[in-house]
């Protein structure tokens, strides 16, 4: 089995993670776990979304978390834009890279941002024309590719169909997730290939949420396929607060602790990145959901 020597990972704890958080979380507490992720050798950090505040309160402080954030060279700051109004509005933050996000689910696409998968699309196609213009990198985002709350099993097809379409709207990057975490290995491997249809290995990123305990063996399976990218949430947090039940991503540390031991170069320090999940699991008063972290804070003589 030949995997990857060296694999790249977004930590999209900022804005996956937190957005499912009921209580606000400060914009101050947000700019700082971006200053220690960076620390930690993150080099890719989704940090906030510009949607609705009234879909997303926790969201609501996107320009003043992008504004505090004292910016490293090398590192890309991503933000989620659902629409043109979105995007005029990211503009002002000078992020390295926007996300459109749609879903293979019909019914998630109407859930998550209240219209189909083709008015998706048309709503997409002048971000990406605006953003490629701008020099902002574009990634796009599938979700429920395996899975839908509302739908069921999603089948590879589909993930294909939503693939040629951003593609053919201009998207540089997609990421394949599975947004409720009921993926298993082959079903994650036939999304990526539907995908790899499309796009280049060099191109497409998994993100998967860890609810049924599936996420590091869907991980280890994108890997022998060839994806290197990978998108993951500091302490494992988060959700999306459209698809219920859904917990939060694979945690980072759990990744990373996983590739290293495997002999995989990160480039992450997982010492600062525990660090870095310690400092939001307290914030947010609950032990960190990454079992690598709380096994290594243990072993520290600080138990999470
Ligand atoms: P809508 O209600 O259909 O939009 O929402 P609209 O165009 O009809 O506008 C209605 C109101 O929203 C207006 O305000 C607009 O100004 C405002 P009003 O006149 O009522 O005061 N509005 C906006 N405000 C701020 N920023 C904007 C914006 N657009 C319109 N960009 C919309 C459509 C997409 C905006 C809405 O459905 C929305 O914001 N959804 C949020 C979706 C979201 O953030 N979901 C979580 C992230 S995706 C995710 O977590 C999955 C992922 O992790 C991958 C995975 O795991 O699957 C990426
Ligand atoms: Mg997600």
């Known amino acids: 089995m030949h995997y990857p020597s060296k694999v790249q990972l977004i930590d999209v704890g900022p804005r996956d993670g937190l957005q499912n958080e009921k209580q606000p979380v400060p914009a101050a507490v947000k ?58 509005a990211a503009l ?47 990634r796009g985002a599938m979700s429920c590719t395996v899975g839908c709350p509302y739908e069921g099993e999603i089948a590879p097809e589909r993930v294909g169909y939503l693939a040629g379409l951003m593609r053919g709207i201009g998207v540089q990057h997609i990421g394949v997730a599975d947004t409720i975490g ?30 049924y305990g599936q996420a590091l063996a869907n991980t280890l399976a994108a890997m022998e396929i060839g994806v290197y990218q990978f998108d993951a949430s500091v302490a494992g947090l988060g959700g999306c607060p459209f698809a219920k039940g859904a917990t939060g991503n694979v945690a980072t540390e759990d990744v990373v602790y996983m590739l290293h031991g495997m002999g995989i170069d990160t480039g992450i320090d997982l010492d600062l990145l525990i660090d870095a999940g310690v400092f939001i699991s307290d914030y947010l008063q609950r032990p960190s959901g990454s079992r690598a972290a709380r096994a290594l804070l243990t072993r520290r003589g600080t138990p999470a």
């Open 31 to 88: 700019i700082e776990l971006v200053h220690r992720l960076q620390a930690a050798g993150l080099r890719s950090i989704e940090v906030t979304s510009f949607v609705s505040p009234k879909w997303v309160p926790q969201m609501a402080d996107n320009a003043q978390v992008m504004a505090g954030i004292a910016r490293q060279s090398g590192v890309c700051y991503s933000v989620l834009t659902p629409n043109l109004q979105g995007f005029e």
């Open 182 to 211: 009921v993926g298993t290995p082959r079903k994650v491997q036939a999304a990526f290939e539907a995908t790899l249809r499309y796009f280049s290995l060099a191109d497409v990123s998994g993100h998967f949420h860890d609810t």
């Open 92 to 138: 002002a933050s000078k992020p390295d890279e926007i996300v459109v996000f749609a879903a293979a689910s019909e019914a998630f696409s109407r859930k998550n941002i209240n219209c189909s998968i083709a008015e998706s699309i048309d709503r997409f196609a002048p971000v990406v024309q605006a953003a490629l213009a701008a020099g902002i990198r574009v």
